[in-house]
DNA sequence: CTGCCTGCAAACGATTTGCACCAGC
DNA sequence: GCTGGTGCAAATCGTTTGCAGGCAG
């Protein structure tokens, strides 16, 4: 949790009591909350704190370099407590966003992006696919064409 | 544009209209563009289309495997007409997503997440950085920074 | 002709904003 | 004590839903 206070003196920042706990929250998952979920959770600790608060302080965590607001397909913001180089998978079908381990694709070749002038700072690579959860049942588009028409027996694509 | 018949015809789906021209507005934009703005585009040929019509095909053309809801930062969906393997860079300041080749980077061996019960059916590589209209700005930090207190200049952290 | 798709408007959920008060330095 | 962070509530933005009529097959 030094690391908070090193960035807040850094930053000229106060070190309040919101930003402390809900660092500590999202450091304590690593599941890339949203901030709903955050906020339920520090609200077990401070009871008193907004929702509001929370959107700012994760905004102001990110900007200080202790977390890093993801890229995932869902619509609400994810944050992850990670700033070191990982990987995530990808659920295709719920959108769930995990941490992959993969040291051996830690290394690759920074491409040389000069022609496009955009600096590259890191990379993540996203592995999309099917969670254990949603493989067992069904495809993406087969899981929304039954929604629409329950009753009738789809014929092909069943592979 | 003879894919979408296809597509429709194999999952039994109207062609209307409206499914064509938004694929076409997709098809013709490379900057993974959100349905607002695919709206924006769309009402050019169709005035008259409604924004939850948009919606819902884009929807149906993800389905379809005509389209990738692509992961990104900012709060919008974003929709990538190209469903073949290539990856992106993604501006940390303006979250602009980019398309990026590299050839060189599309046969990575896909890890074994046997362990983990996850089937990777793709990936894409996501470099992180900042973009051309960005970079000679400030970074994060700082540009948030500044907009918090104009008056002070901050010290340090150039680098 | 029949059913799904579309358009409308209202509901909904996530996020931001303006202002008064309180806490950190 | 001063500054700016916080809490509240309302505004805003993106997205979804329910229903009536239109169009593709």
């Known amino acids: 949790m030094t690391a908070l206070e090193v960035a807040c003196r850094n930053s000229d920042l106060p070190l ?3 930003r402390r706990v809900i660092l500590q929250a ?3 998952r690593d599941d890339h909350p949203t901030a709903d979920q955050i906020l339920r ?4 600790r401070l009871p008193e704190v907004s929702r509001t608060t929370v959107y700012r302080v994760l905004d102001t965590l990110v900007d200080l370099g ?3 607001k993801i890229c995932s397909p869902g619509k609400g913001a994810r944050f992850d407590p990670r700033t070191d180089r990982h990987h995530h998978l990808v659920c295709l079908q719920c959108e769930k966003v995990m941490d992959f381990e993969a040291p051996k694709l830690n290394g690759l070749p920074l491409p040389d992006t000069r022609t496009r002038a955009f600096d590259i700072l890191d ?3 996203h592995f999309r696919g099917l969670c254990a959860d949603c493989k067992g049942q069904s495809r993406n588009a087969q899981a929304r064409r039954a929604r629409r028409s329950p009753t009738k027996k ?3 694509r069943a592979g």
């Not at 959770?41 to 077990?44: A, E, F, I, N, T």
């Open 26 to 28: 999202l450091a304590d």
């Open 66 to 68: 202790l977390a890093v």
């Open 16 to 18: 309040t009591i919101q």
């Open 123 to 125: 990379y993540s690579i």
């Open 41 to 44: 959770q520090v609200r077990k």
């Open 154 to 156: 789809s014929t092909g």
